[in-house]
Nanobody, 118 residues
């Protein structure tokens, strides 16, 4: 099993930046892919950024050029810049021993709330 703990969320003004972290513990040697998803109130959880196994990072069109996903050892990061009010959501880190992280499988954190004020 893998446990994930996110941190770094908070309240920021539009145009500001935040860096989210996701620390993995447990059977982390099996991890091959990681991703960040987000869910705004009343909306479905959506992919923000991912690093599939053996591939380069992918981003949602809405965050391209503003967000960057990286990883180091047992930690995944999401650097968010030029934040917009529409980026307000709870951000979830996901990891999997499969090629890609998908909703409904793998390992997930509890989420960290990001609020962007206008």
């Amino acid at each position: 099993q893998v446990q994930l703990v996110e941190s770094g969320g908070g309240l920021v003004q539009a145009g500001g930046s935040l860096r989210l972290s996701c620390v993995a513990s447990g059977t982390i040697f099996s991890i091959k892919s990681m991703a960040w998803y987000r869910q705004a109130p009343g909306k479905q959880r959506e992919l923000v950024a991912e690093i599939p196994s053996g591939r380069s990072a992918n981003y949602a069109d809405s965050v391209k050029g503003r967000f960057t996903i990286t990883s180091a050892k047992n930690t995944a990061y999401l650097q968010m810049t030029s934040l917009k009010p529409e980026d307000t959501a709870t951000y979830y880190c996901g990891m999997d021993h499969r090629v890609r992280v998908q909703i409904g499988r793998g390992f997930w954190g509890q989420g960290t709330r990001v609020t962007v004020s206008s």
